[in-house]
């Protein structure tokens, strides 16, 4: 079978670069979209995988990831459609990348600009934990009403002293618009602030885009006497590269023993190979 | 316009059916035997475990599955039931495919085994089964090396988060639905366990997904899901003994999810391979622990309605003539619009 460059008609890449730029013209907000069926179950990048399509150039160099793994099942298979329908070259290179589509993490390693981050979002909506209805998240939205956001948290810290929400963690965006940020650890939640790169959301099942422009104040939502805080890495280091200022995966071994690794590979094999790494400056340690 | 009684009138009913037969003849039931997610589907749903039996169903009802696990359901209550299996433990399950999404390794490995899982849904005509049998042979291997035949939970390695499920609720004895009437509120939880199991998969796949979407309380991470062949045996008869007598494919999920300030664990178990149903299993079986009065947690609105036997039959009883009863309200409307 012969496809089309990248998959996709030329008219629905048209219509996705649209949605895409008026995200960007106002970050944060979740614009509907007509997504399309993939050849791919939705709820595995189906609305990234649109957006990453749809920005593509032949001149593009792709990186795809999963869990901050380039080898994850998901991720080769990705790359796999990817490359079968656009012929583009693709990296595992965070560097040298120039589209990099993601689930569940930001790379450790700093995104400069011109690059743009494709994160697969499962849920664009960050008021569906303290509301049901799209109408009425809708209406909360436009008048800019978040305080059942603040009260969840509020409540949390009343009841457990701490907020429970690991991923998803929500954030104001250019003091707009409350932001799902997708399943990323709290740990990449600072990167997005005055980020040099584009962050791009894309909801296939669910059918909305949103977007974090370059330069753009993102802040958590906190209260001043609780500010935000990241997973607790300390006392802990990758059992490859010997890392310890980075997100790392807890391992299992057959004798119930417990160890940890990076869980972005291209930056723990930059470092297991001598490769300078240039980090996000930005970051806020637990 | 009158309204037409139906003449009662045996030949038709024949007819009908003729015309059906007629659809049928010359479809091997061989070849129904092989699609087995048909197959798996149907036993579940019957609640009882035949391939040949769920083939002979699907063939009968031209792949209409609903009608055909109404069929071996109904079957079922012509066998006569000797006794029960002694309670299973999954850890014995010969595993063909065993992944979990919390952790990136797990003891024992993630085997992957066959999945559509990673495919590209691109229609095509051609099939290459070259790898296929490769792979199987690597999996078994890896699998006796390690663990000699039993497999470790993922769970077992947790247990510091992990609150224990109720031991009374997982010591009382069976409740069977198949022969005791599901009473509320708070049916035991193997009364609700059995429900689950049998109820149809889209009403489950529904709510569970009605729960993820935020409409429950529940938004779990897979702890882990198997599927393999697990052994199933009896207290003989004569010895008292335990006893092998065979093996059923099955597919066992167990869901995490954090509740409030603590960890807890959904539980699936469906027959065949079936991993949509076990996972949605395992999430409304936790979200009808939660109940928040949302629809999915909800034990009447979940159990009274999943069953797909029961709601296809009332749901096209509808085709049965109701004039009696529609003739009343007419007479009520009419009364009434004067």
Same mark, same amino acid.
Request: proline fraction near 7%; charge should be positive; glycine fraction near 8%.
């Given at each position: 079978m012969k496809y089309n460059f990248a998959y996709l008609d030329e008219d629905t890449k048209k219509e996705i670069r649209r949605k895409i730029l008026k995200a960007v013209a106002i970050p944060g907000h979740?614009?509907?979209?007509?997504?399309?069926?993939?050849?791919?179950?939705?709820?595995?990048g189906t609305g990234a995988l649109q957006i990453t399509l749809s920005i593509l150039t032949k001149e593009d160099v792709v990186k795809v990831i999963d869990q901050g793994r380039d080898d994850s099942m998901n991720a080769l298979n990705l790359k796999r459609l990817i490359k079968k329908t656009s012929g583009v070259e693709t990296t595992t290179d965070t560097a040298k990348a120039t589209i990099i589509q993601t689930r569940h993490r930001i790379p450790e390693e700093k995104l400069r600009k011109g690059q743009i981050l494709v994160l697969q979002c499962p849920f664009p909506e960050p008021l569906r934990w303290v509301e049901k209805s799209e109408a009425k998240t809708r209406k909360m939205h436009a008048e800019?009403?978040?305080?059942?956001?603040?009260?969840?948290?509020y409540e949390n810290i009343l009841r457990y002293g701490e907020v429970l929400i690991g991923t998803r963690y929500p954030v104001i965006v250019n003091d707009r618009y409350l932001m799902d940020t997708t399943p990323i650890p709290r740990w990449d939640i600072p990167k997005l602030n005055y980020a040099d790169c584009l962050f791009l959301f894309g909801a296939g099942r669910e059918k909305r885009i949103y977007a974090v422009p370059p330069y753009t104040k993102v802040e958590p939502l906190e209260f001043e006497d609780h500010k935000f805080r990241v997973e607790d890495m300390s006392g802990k280091r990758c059992a490859l590269c010997g890392s310890e200022d980075v997100y790392l995966d807890e391992v299992i071994k057959d004798d119930g023993q417990k160890y940890y690794v990076c869980s972005d590979s291209n930056f723990c094999e930059k470092v297991r190979r001598g490769i300078k790494v240039e980090r996000w400056d930005n970051v806020i340690r637990s | 316009m009158g309204f037409i009684a139906v003449?009662?009138? #045996?030949?038709k009913i024949e007819?009908?059916?003729?015309?059906?037969?007629? &659809?049928?003849?010359?479809?091997?039931?061989?070849y129904i035997k092989r699609l087995t997610f048909a197959i798996d589907k149907v036993m579940g749903e019957a609640g009882l475990y035949s391939e040949?039996?769920?083939? %002979?169903?699907?063939?009968?009802?031209?792949?209409?599955?609903?009608?055909?696990?109404?069929?071996?359901?109904?079957? &079922? +209550?012509?066998?006569?039931?000797?006794?029960?299996?002694? #309670?299973s433990d999954c850890r014995e399950m010969r595993v063909i495919?065993?992944?979990?999404?919390?952790? =990136?390794?797990? #003891?024992?490995?993630?085997? %992957?085994?066959a999945t559509r899982d990673y495919s590209l849904r691109l229609l095509d005509d051609s099939c290459d089964i070259e790898n296929e049998e490769g792979e199987k042979e690597v999996i078994s291997e890896e699998h006796k090396?390690?663990?000699?035949?039993?497999?470790?939970? @993922? =769970?077992?390695?947790?247990?510091?988060?992990?609150?224990?499920?109720?031991?009374? +609720?997982? =010591?009382?004895?069976?409740?069977?639905?198949? &022969?005791? #009437?599901?009473?509320?509120?708070?049916?035991?939880?193997?009364?609700?366990?059995?429900?689950?199991?049998?109820?149809?998969?889209?009403?489950?796949?529904?709510?569970?997904?009605?729960?993820?979407?935020?409409?429950?309380?529940?938004?779990?991470?897979?702890?882990?899901?198997?599927?393999?062949?697990?052994?199933?045996?009896?207290?003989?008869?004569?010895?008292?003994?335990? @006893?092998?007598?065979?093996?059923?494919?099955?597919?066992?999920?167990? @869901?995490?999810?954090?509740? =409030?300030? &603590?960890?807890?664990?959904?539980?699936?178990? @469906?027959?065949g391979f079936n991993e949509r149903k076990a996972i949605s299993m395992a999430i409304l079986d936790r979200c009808l622990q939660v109940k928040d009065g949302t629809p999915a947690s909800d034990e009447e609105f979940v159990l009274y309605h999943i069953d797909g036997v029961d709601a296809m039959g009332f749901v096209e009883h509808l085709k049965l003539p109701h004039y009696i009863f529609f003739a009343s309200i007419i007479d009520r409307i009419k009364k009434v619009n004067k």
């Open positions: 979740q614009v509907p979209f007509a997504s399309r069926v993939m050849p791919l179950a939705k709820g595995f800019m009403d978040y305080s059942k956001a603040y009260l969840y948290l | 003449r009662v009138d #045996p030949e007819k009908a059916e003729k015309l059906l037969k007629r &659809k049928i003849q010359g479809i091997p039931t061989e040949d039996l769920a083939a %002979l169903a699907i063939r009968q009802s031209l792949g209409d599955l609903i009608e055909a696990s109404f069929m071996l359901r109904s079957f &079922k +209550n012509t066998i006569r039931r000797i006794g029960y299996s002694e #309670p495919r065993r992944i979990s999404s919390a952790f =990136k390794d797990i #003891p024992g490995g993630q085997i %992957l085994g090396v390690t663990f000699d035949g039993k497999l470790p939970k @993922v =769970k077992d390695y947790l247990k510091d988060y992990l609150e224990t499920i109720d031991e009374e +609720n997982t =010591k009382e004895s069976l409740y069977d639905i198949t &022969k005791e #009437p599901l009473i509320f509120p708070n049916p035991p939880r193997s009364a609700v366990l059995q429900s689950l199991t049998m109820g149809e998969e889209g009403a489950l796949l529904m709510l569970a997904y009605s729960s993820l979407r935020g409409y429950g309380p529940v938004h779990p991470t897979i702890l882990e899901l198997r599927q393999g062949y697990l052994p199933i045996k009896i207290k003989h008869p004569v010895t008292g003994k335990v @006893v092998r007598v065979g093996e059923i494919r099955a597919t066992e999920c167990e @869901v995490i999810s954090q509740e =409030k300030e &603590k960890l807890k664990i959904g539980y699936g178990l @469906v027959f």
